[in-house]
């Protein structure tokens, strides 16, 4: 952790504004900022922006306590004083934005299970879930006089679905805006969202684009579906078996975004994804050997595409083999490079 304090007013905390605090990343970053305890050599506070009614409405500058603090915001307000209180603003030092419609899941009565869940109307909502979100967020910051760190979520299949096999990895300097499939096409409106903050060059606010892997999780995400699967018997290749997979322990997600807040150096696209990545055979193995099952039951292409239909074929079949370049010459430690350490943290921790 640095010493150097760099808060954005005479607070003695290092405030960070939060969305989708009560999601898979949200948790596992409130855990680790509770874990360290610092942020730029100040004690952390998190504030929880939500939409509920129910959120705290509190002057900031009156709490001297470090607890959570909820806060209500309205991501549909005409100007920036209506979307986020702009004495809340003011407090704040950085503004991470996680929240987002989920992808594997549909809005039917099956869409828990994630049978063929893009129809129109949720690749709408997926969209609209974080393009509109992101863009009032960017406003409230570009409209602040002080600076900011903005830290908006996105993901690896910015790059497309296409890696399959022994393939060369990619990492931010490649260029996202050929990117092929439904992934590619939210990041890039994703990732176009947060200009507003980034226009603002008076400001001199930083913006970074978080292009998240796969985490893995027991709390949520792939493997929280996919270990009870396992334990039971019933795990196996999907498809060839030759996809790439990029991912991510949740322990070491969240200690890269305390890095992230920490180290000014970053900007713009940032992978979030372990030095090793694998393939969904290596996966699979891994598994099966952390939990000592066998994984001899395959799900074929055939069956992916007509029970997931494009999520499946994207998500499943497809792959994207990333590596974390600025997040490891910026001098962030993985404590789980590979995807055997990262399904043991998974196992072994509580978030």
Not at 143 to 156: D, H, R, T
Not at 248 to 276: M, Y
Not at 277 to 288: M, Q, Y
Request: hydrophobic fraction near 40%.
């Amino acid at each position: 952790m640095t010493t150097s304090k760099t808060s954005s007013d005479g607070s003695k905390y290092f405030t960070v504004g939060l969305t989708g605090a009560s999601g898979l990343v949200g948790t596992a970053l409130r855990d680790e900022l509770t874990r360290q305890g610092r942020v730029n050599g100040k004690p952390v506070r998190v504030v929880r922006l939500i939409r509920s009614d129910q959120a705290e409405q509190k002057d900031l500058n009156a709490v001297d306590d470090g607890n959570d603090i909820t806060l209500k915001w309205n991501p549909k307000g005409s100007t920036a004083n209506e979307i986020l209180s702009p004495e809340a603003v003011a407090s704040m030092d950085a503004i991470v934005h996680l929240s987002g419609e989920n992808v594997a899941t549909g809005l039917g009565p099956l869409g828990f299970a994630g049978i063929r869940p893009w129809t129109d109307a949720k690749k709408k909502e997926i969209i609209d879930s974080r393009v509109i979100t992101t863009k009032a967020l960017a406003n409230v910051v570009a409209a602040s006089p002080k600076p900011k760190s903005f830290l908006v979520a996105s993901g690896i299949g910015a790059y497309g679905d296409n890696f399959i096999g022994d393939v060369n990895a990619v990492d931010e300097s490649v260029d996202i805006s050929q990117s092929k499939g439904f992934l590619a096409e939210v990041s890039r409106l994703w990732e176009e969202a947060t200009l507003p903050a980034t226009k603002a060059s008076k400001q001199k606010h930083r913006v970074v684009n978080m292009r998240f892997g796969v985490v893995m999780s027991t709390k949520g995400g792939a493997l929280a579906k996919l270990y009870p699967i396992f334990f039971l018997g019933g795990g196996g290749l999907v498809g060839s078996g030759r996809q790439c997979f990029s991912f991510i322990s949740a322990r070491d997600h969240a200690r890269a975004i305390v890095h992230t807040l920490e180290s000014k150096q970053l900007s713009g696209p940032v992978n979030f994804c372990a030095p090793q990545p694998c393939t969904n055979k290596e996966f699979t193995e891994a598994l099966g050997k952390a939990i000592n099952r066998p994984t001899l039951l395959p799900l074929p292409e055939f069956a992916v595409s007509l029970l997931f239909g494009e999520m499946g074929n994207e998500m499943l079949l497809g792959g994207t083999r990333a590596l974390p370049g600025k997040l490891l010459k910026s001098g962030f430690k993985f404590g789980h490079p590979t995807i055997a350490d990262a399904i043991a943290s998974a196992l072994k921790e509580n978030i």
